[in-house]
């Protein structure tokens, strides 16, 4: 008897600068075809991933390490939590859903 | 009297590891920038790597942020480094960062090669021969250039496994380079 195993894919939400989409399905080291996200999560979602990744590159700082306020800061935290949340209720049964905030 | 003898430590340590990363590194990474026909890169090449000095890289490690691990030529914009930096900036960032992604693309073409002869080398290329439309600024930071090229990914019998664009972003006021992640379609936009 053998037993199969099958590896689920990591689902990695982070962002680096000039990332203007926060999962790792982009990077050129992805296993597959990229997922379909117009039917996989929602539109509402989809805006908010962006969003994220657009306002870390208007506010991330390279140099200090800074958003240039704290209510920024706090912003850019929460919504990566829920948008992590989000990403778990949404497509979880098909990805190790993972967060990473590393800025 | 120990602090003034930890900074003559430092300067002697840091202009050593400045000298030989731009000597040593600068001239793989010119070599591969003046041959704009390349844009294929294959574990067997080891373009960079060979002279990739160990002594910048362990300035990196040792922490000392300003050493160039390598100078390159950007086209529309001028001399860059690629500076040692840190966790939020430069060689040690994008070590820290993407070092798996390269790792990864490497292996796939079949290993033996580390990971940043292929991110070294699609630095220069993506630097010196961006594809039409770059660089160009991050959608919301003017003062962050991004530049992307393709890379034909081969393995060692010359088969193309993969095209892949390293998406470059430089700092326009420190002229440094600040991350490179290999992505399956053009990005920064």
Request: glycine share 8%; charged share 20%; net charge neutral.
């Amino acid at each position: 008897m053998q037993l199969k195993v099958e590896l689920v894919q990591e689902l990695l939400l982070s962002v680096d600068y000039g990332q203007m989409w926060p999962l790792n399905d982009i990077m050129a080291s992805w296993d597959g075809e990229r997922p379909d996200w117009d039917t996989l999560i929602t539109p509402e979602l989809k805006k908010r991933l962006r969003e994220w990744a657009l306002f870390f590159d208007e506010f991330g700082n390279d140099e200090t390490g800074l958003f240039g306020s704290e209510e920024r800061r706090r912003w850019f935290d929460l919504e990566a939590v829920g948008l992590f949340n989000e990403l778990r209720r949404q497509v979880g049964h098909l990805y190790d859903v993972k967060i990473d905030l590393w800025f | 009297m120990p602090s003034k003898f930890t900074t003559v430590l430092i300067a002697v340590s840091g202009t050593l590891a400045l000298t030989f990363g731009v000597a040593a590194g600068g001239d793989a990474v010119a070599a591969a920038q003046s041959d704009q026909k390349i844009a294929s890169w294959s574990p067997s090449d080891l373009r960079v790597s060979k002279t990739l000095n160990p002594v910048t890289i362990g300035a990196c490690n040792a922490g000392f942020g300003d050493v160039s691990v390598a100078a390159l030529n950007a086209k529309g914009f001028g001399k860059i480094d690629l500076k040692c930096g840190h966790e939020k900036a430069g060689y040690v960032h994008i070590r820290t960062r993407h070092q798996r992604d390269w790792q990864t693309l490497v292996d796939q073409a079949g290993g033996g090669a580390p990971w940043d002869d292929l991110m070294m080398f699609a630095l220069a290329q993506a630097t010196s021969a961006p594809m039409t439309g770059f660089p160009r600024a991050t959608p919301r930071d003017a003062n962050k250039l991004c530049y992307v090229t393709p890379i034909q990914l081969k393995n060692r019998q010359g088969r193309v496994i993969k095209t892949f664009y390293p998406s470059v972003v430089v700092s326009k006021n420190n002229r440094i380079v600040i991350t490179n992640f290999p992505t399956t379609t053009p990005y920064c936009n």
